[in-house]
């Protein structure tokens, strides 16, 4: 099947080169371009500045980077940070780094001016103080057309649908994203891994949200054996902005084959030990008896948990987290709002726009207005502005602008 044309440009295009936005005035001496310092920020700087001052978000992004194979993971309880494997200058400081090697603080959505400069990547320009939810062109309502994806998604089935249509239409070749464990009696554990799906059963699999994490870019590995070169990321927030600040940054060899970036809107995600320590203990509710799980202002089991008591199982790479809203993801996607059986969906790139006219035309979803419910575009901004009020005033001021500074007394 051919890839309709102006998806498959799009595609070919990524990563975007960002815009040129300075113009010269008639008589206006153009300046000379600052240079740009040499970047020789290592792993020093990222385990001092981001790994152990609580910014780290667990995305796993330093470690598909790090050409030396030298950043272990753990995606267990409690853990979902990168370390140091090697020993010899201890955890704090790396070998290669010593010698040169910068990848993996280029990698990395949380080291100083990730956020300007994902935003210059992708739309040429910083957002404005009043973009709370970052920069996007629309926002509408989706759901998949085909029943069966639509029942299976979380929403309306968006993401799954649009996995589908493009692997389908030969746009992309495999997606990372999340599976969720299953217990022996063949009934889902929920405890959510990344990994590669690469047909329409695979995607389906891994359909609707689990809220413990899965630091899907740790799947690249599995793609890369497997010899795929057009990738679709779906992620949370704090993942859809590795690709964006890869790019940015020149980390040519793991970001180029990340071609449509899908995103996750998130204000938490939780650490596994929820469902042991939470749920079957005070609810009595173990995970073999759980079909189904959604937020909307309290946990939804199809039994309901108060939300404030899940708190103090957050992740610790979610305290300090600004982005709710996904801000540099092509498509991003959420369930809040009143018609909560459609995907809210924010269309921020050229390509995702591409994506979402080309499913419309094929019919493989349905779409309609976002103002049709104006209260969930307005709790997205809310929401965006109180995750923002989380970054600390300490690390790169970008993340807060927009927001009412108060003096302190
Ligand atoms: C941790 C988390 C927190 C979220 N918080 C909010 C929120 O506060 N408000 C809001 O409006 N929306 C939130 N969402 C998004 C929402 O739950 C839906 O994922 C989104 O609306 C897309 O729905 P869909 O029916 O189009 O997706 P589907 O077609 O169901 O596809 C969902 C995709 O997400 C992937 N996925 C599922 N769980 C995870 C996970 N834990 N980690 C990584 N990938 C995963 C799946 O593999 C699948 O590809 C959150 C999602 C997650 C995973
Ligand atoms: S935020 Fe992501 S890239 Fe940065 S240190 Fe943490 S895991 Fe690595
Ligand atoms: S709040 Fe969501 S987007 Fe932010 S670090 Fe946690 S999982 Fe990632």
Redesign the pocket.
Known sequence: MAAPAPVAQGIEQRPPEPCAQVRILPGAHAPAPAKKPRWTYQWKELHDEVITSGLCTGCAGCVIACPHHVIGYTHEPGAYKPFHLEEELGADDCVHGVKGCTSCTRACPRFRMWEPEADMHLFGRERDPDEMSGIYSDILLTR?SDDF?YE??????????I?IWCMENDIIDG?L???VESLPSGEPGWK?FPMVATNRDE?LR?????????A?PIAFEEAREKGLDRLAL???SC?TSVGPVMWHRKVGKVSKPIKLNIG??????FDDSLFDELFEVKYGLPKEQISKM??KGVFQIWTKVNLKECHAWTREGCNLCPD?AAEHADIS????GDLSDW??TIVRTELGRAVIDAMVRDGAIEIRPGDDDPGAIAL?HR?SAKSRERWPRWADGAARLGLPERRSA
């Open positions: 998949a994806v299976v998604g979380q929403d309306g089935g968006l993401v799954s649908a996995l997606a994203t999340s599976g959510a995607v891994g359909a609707g949200s689990r809220y413990t994490y899965s899907n779906v992620g949370m993942q996750l809107l998130c204000s938490k995600s959604n937020i709710f996607t959420g369930g809040i995907t809210l997205m929401l």
